[in-house]
């Protein structure tokens, strides 16, 4: 698969103030005006088949304290997350991220028909909402990076 640049090796986790959550009560972290809670909602794909039970990591590049390259958000919750035509929403906490330029999606495949069709990922601060497309196929292995709506 062309698109994906790069396999994912000895990523260091992000720290557990950054962890991500499944529910916004459940979000931890400083309570200052800098931090925001940040909603990530990830669809699934209207298509046969487009569930998963794979791994799935994002991480995103954005104008103010961007993560590092190598820090990677696990979205994972109590839910079967990523069926079809579902979406999942998870929540973290960060200093204000600014402006989201880029947006990556790390995926391992894992389980029966492991083949994922993601659709969107949209980010929300509260104020800024963007998403991202990827409307395509994951399949191997990889890093692939969203389409800035
Ligand atoms: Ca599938
Ligand atoms: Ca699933």
């Not at 790069?6 to 990523?11: A, F, V």
């Not at 590049?61 to 994972?76: C, E, K, Y």
């Not at 079809?84 to 998870?90: G, I």
């Not at 994951?138 to 800035?148: K, M, P, Q, S, Y």
């Amino acid at each position: 698969m062309a698109a994906f640049e790069k396999k994912l090796s000895s990523q260091a986790p992000l720290t557990s103030a950054f962890k991500v959550t499944s529910a916004l009560k459940e979000v931890e972290g400083p309570d200052d005006d800098a931090w925001k809670i940040y909603e990530i909602s990830v669809h699934t794909g209207d298509v046969p088949y487009a569930g998963t039970d794979a791994d799935v990591w994002v991480s995103f590049r954005s104008s103010a304290n961007s993560l590092r390259p190598g820090d990677w958000l696990q979205l994972d919750n109590t839910e079967d997350n990523f069926e079809h035509n579902k979406v999942d929403r998870f929540y973290f906490k960060h200093l204000d991220l600014g402006t989201i330029n880029q947006l990556f999606v790390y995926f391992y495949p894992r389980g029966n028909n492991s083949n994922w069709f993601l659709d969107t990922i949209t980010l929300d601060s509260g104020d800024v909402r963007t998403t991202f497309t990827f409307n395509r196929w994951l399949i191997d292995e990889g890093i692939l990076e969203g389409t800035r709506n």
